[in-house]
């Protein structure tokens, strides 16, 4: 059952950044695959010829290909699953906010997380039988060119701050209607969780729910478990980037993304500027004139692909001392790391800052250390899932595939 040839499926160009590693290391083991884009008028011929080289596997980047594919009258999991081709969905998110539009149980469906975290909450907490898997983010975005360090102390952006405070198009006023909403018991539970972990970027958003709810003798459905995961991981994204933001402000930082109205004014008058133009496509071109660019993650295990790209780039990841970084990563030797509130990133830029030789060396040996394979990123993890899917489904009832876009 040796795997020839994939379908990789993404919406847009932005997107289909996140497939580049994984389309090189399919290049590097001779398995051809077709990449079809939503956002392209002809993806139907591009699926179509996907699907002519007997294709072991469809790969959806984001859920739009399972949610908005028709294909003959149905779904693409209902359409490929009778050729026994299994679909992939390769989760860039936390499992609690997996779209509702799509049936996370059906048997053709196969998940890979993006963090082991993740696989082990989504096999706790929803479907424990599934085949399913995870790797260590998604790798590079892009090709990076030896980075020029003779050059470093010219790079005109010394902090660069992708960040959206209005994450996940939630707002901090949609969160309280909720936690207003709640009462008694399940009111404390969750503001005890959100106390909890958001300060605190070693705690996984899970666990602190876990133990907010055993604190107060509470045994929720899964669901309802998994609906309040998602509240708290709201609360606490929407601290963070507000915390951060006035962090930020007090420092010559670029930050670029969507900021509340209320908080703009703290940029007013410098250090900090402001951007309004976030997308990877413009960070990642940003990086060739930058010194440190900052990283925050959903979750305590969530490897961000901006940290690869920073490393590949030259460029220091100035992130969260969660579990994740504290797993790969060396405070002051290949990255920056900063807390809510025993280190934050002003105290952190300014001893960093104060020795400028230091911070081209941090820079020099992080690039040394992702060059070396300092990540295992698990691609080959993709492909284990598959083969297991595909044996799960082997039997005699496997037909042609047919013309594939309506």
Same mark, same amino acid.
Request: hydrophobic content about 45%.
């Given at each position: 059952?040796?795997?020839?040839?994939?379908?990789?499926?993404?919406? $847009?160009?932005?997107?289909?950044?996140?497939?580049?590693?994984?389309?090189?290391?399919?290049?590097?083991?001779?398995?051809?695959?077709?990449?079809?884009?939503?956002?392209?008028? !002809?993806?139907?011929?591009?699926?179509?010829?996907?699907?002519?080289?007997?294709?072991?596997?469809?790969?959806?980047?984001?859920?739009? !290909?399972?949610?908005?594919?028709?294909?003959?009258?149905?779904?693409?999991?209902?359409?490929?699953?009778?050729?026994?081709?299994?679909?992939?969905?390769?989760?860039?998110?936390?499992?609690?906010?997996?779209?509702?539009?799509?049936?996370?149980?059906?048997?053709n469906l196969v998940i890979v997380h993006a963090c082991r975290p993740d696989w082990v909450y989504w096999r706790k907490h929803v479907s424990g039988t599934q085949v399913s898997t995870w790797?260590?983010?998604?790798?590079?975005?892009?090709?990076?060119?030896?980075?020029?360090?003779?050059?470093?102390?010219?790079?005109?952006?010394?902090?660069?701050?992708?960040?959206?405070?209005?994450?996940?198009?939630?707002?901090?006023?949609?969160?309280?209607?909720?936690?207003?909403?709640?009462?008694?018991?399940?009111?404390?539970?969750?503001?005890?969780?959100?106390?909890?972990?958001?300060?605190?970027?070693?705690?996984?958003?899970? $666990?602190?729910?876990?133990?907010?709810?055993?604190?107060?003798?509470?045994?929720?459905?899964?669901?309802?478990?998994?609906?309040?995961?998602?509240?708290?991981?709201?609360?606490?994204?929407h601290w963070r980037r507000r915390e951060l933001l006035r962090q930020l402000s007090a420092v010559p930082a670029i930050v670029d993304g969507a900021i509340p109205e209320d908080m703009k004014?703290?940029?007013?008058?410098?250090?900090?500027?402001?951007?309004?133009?976030?997308?990877?496509?413009?960070?990642?071109?940003?990086?060739?004139?930058?010194?440190?660019?900052?990283?925050?993650?959903?979750?305590?295990?969530?490897?961000?692909?901006?940290?690869?790209?920073?490393?590949?780039?030259?460029?220091?990841?100035?992130?969260?001392?969660?579990?994740?970084?504290?797993?790969?990563?060396?405070?002051?030797?290949?990255?920056?790391?900063?807390?809510?509130?025993?280190?934050?990133?002003?105290?952190?830029?300014?001893?960093?800052?104060?020795?400028? !030789?230091?911070?081209?060396?941090?820079?020099?040996?992080?690039?040394?250390?992702?060059?070396?394979?300092?990540? $295992?990123?698990?691609? $080959?993890?993709?492909?284990?899932?598959?083969?297991?899917?595909?044996?799960?489904?082997?039997?005699?009832?496997?037909?042609?595939?047919?013309?594939?876009?309506?």
């Amino acid at each position: 059952m040796a795997i020839r040839h994939l379908i990789i499926v993404v919406y $847009d160009d932005l997107i289909v950044r996140y497939a580049h590693a994984l389309r090189e290391y399919l290049d590097q083991r001779g398995i051809g695959h077709t990449l079809v884009k939503m956002s392209d008028p !002809a993806w139907p011929q591009a699926l179509q010829r996907g699907m002519e080289q007997d294709a072991s596997a469809v790969i959806s980047i984001s859920y739009h !290909a399972m949610a908005m594919i028709t294909l003959h009258g149905k779904s693409l999991l209902d359409f490929m699953q009778p050729h026994g081709v299994p679909v992939v969905f390769w989760n860039i998110d936390h499992p609690v906010m997996m779209r509702p539009l799509i049936d996370y149980r059906h048997p053709n469906l196969v998940i890979v997380h993006a963090c082991r975290p993740d696989w082990v909450y989504w096999r706790k907490h929803v479907s424990g039988t599934q085949v399913s898997t995870w790797t260590e983010g998604v790798g590079r975005s892009q090709d990076f060119p030896a980075p020029d360090f003779d050059k470093f102390d010219e790079r005109s952006i010394l902090v660069l701050a992708p960040m959206n405070v209005a994450w996940q198009s939630r707002t901090p006023d949609d969160v309280q209607s909720v936690l207003f909403s709640l009462d008694g018991r399940l009111k404390n539970a969750a503001e005890a969780a959100i106390e909890a972990a958001r300060t605190d970027p070693m705690m996984l958003i899970g $666990d602190a729910v876990t133990a907010a709810l055993e604190a107060e003798d509470i045994q929720l459905s899964e669901p309802r478990f998994n609906g309040l995961t998602r509240l708290v991981l709201y609360a606490v994204q929407h601290w963070r980037r507000r915390e951060l933001l006035r962090q930020l402000s007090a420092v010559p930082a670029i930050v670029d993304g969507a900021i509340p109205e209320d908080m703009k004014s703290l940029f007013a008058n410098g250090p900090a500027r402001l951007l309004s133009d976030n997308n990877i496509g413009k960070t990642l071109d940003r990086m060739k004139r930058t010194k440190i660019v900052l990283s925050i993650s959903y979750d305590s295990g969530f490897w961000h692909d901006r940290v690869t790209n920073a490393l590949h780039a030259g460029v220091i990841p100035l992130v969260e001392r969660n579990q994740v970084h504290m797993k790969h990563l060396r405070d002051g030797e290949t990255a920056l790391m900063f807390d809510y509130r025993a280190r934050p990133i002003a105290t952190v830029l300014a001893e960093a800052m104060a020795d400028p !030789a230091r911070l081209r060396g941090i820079a020099e040996t992080g690039h040394a250390f992702i060059k070396a394979g300092g990540v $295992d990123h698990r691609l $080959d993890q993709v492909l284990e899932a598959i083969n297991a899917a595909r044996a799960v489904a082997l039997d005699m009832t496997r037909v042609p595939v047919m013309a594939a876009a309506e």
